[in-house]
């Protein structure tokens, strides 16, 4: 299923809806833009970072490879969009995440191998500053990837722990809503392209 025309957030905000999901975790929510969508849909939001943001919003200033400081199932749906690729263990991460949760996970993850990274890498030498050896990506907490992950690899590995896990797993391709991205999207469409070249994201929900 492909999510075409909407951000991230809204995509969200239309699951918990869906779902009748009234609490909610946000791991590195960094400005907890995600609250902007849905305080008016849950009971609860609370946002967990590694570092609390300049406006003080940050329920949880907590280290996820380290443990949440949260009781088993603590929430009916936990969100980490954009975060698991920054970790050093991975699928430790994402099994902290599962614990807090008592119904749904919700992970979102980079394609790296969409087809303007690729061009990228072609001409410059370099995929993002993300990937880079430089004076800001060395500090931990910088906003830096620790995995070069495609969706095809994704695919297979997320498969692989949902059926280690016995959970049922929903998967969604995200395409970009920038003009830019949506005339590539219907460019590669209509030229038949596999997906891998031009999903932007991949969301993953994963349901106990």
């Not at 075409?4 to 969200?12: E, T």
């Not at 009748?20 to 975790?25: A, H, Q, V």
């Amino acid at each position: 299923m492909d999510i075409i025309g909407i951000n991230k957030f809204q995509f969200v905000k239309n699951y918990l809806l869906k779902n009748n999901f009234k609490t909610i975790l946000d791991v590195g929510c960094r400005d907890c833009e995600l609250k902007n969508y849905v305080i008016l849909d849950v009971d609860d939001y609370k946002g967990c970072d590694l570092f609390q943001n300049k406006k003080n919003s940050v329920d949880y200033v907590a280290d996820l490879e380290k443990g949440l400081p949260l009781a088993d199932e603590s929430f009916d749906c936990v969100v980490a969009l954009d975060l698991v690729e920054h970790l050093n263990g991975f699928q430790e991460g994402i099994e902290e995440l599962l614990r807090v949760t008592k119904k749904d996970l919700i992970i979102m993850l980079p394609n790296i191998s969409h087809l303007f990274f690729r061009l990228k890498f072609l001409f410059t030498g370099s995929i993002s500053d993300k990937y880079s050896l430089n004076n800001q990506s060395c500090f931990k907490g910088s906003d830096r990837h620790r995995w070069l992950i495609g969706s095809l690899e994704t695919d297979k590995y997320m498969n692989e722990f949902s059926q280690a896990k016995n959970l049922k797993m929903e998967k969604y391709n995200f395409i970009s809503n920038s003009g830019k991205m949506m005339f590539f999207y219907r460019l590669a469409t209509l030229f038949n392209l596999p997906k891998s070249l031009y999903v932007w994201s991949v969301v993953y929900v994963f349901r106990k």
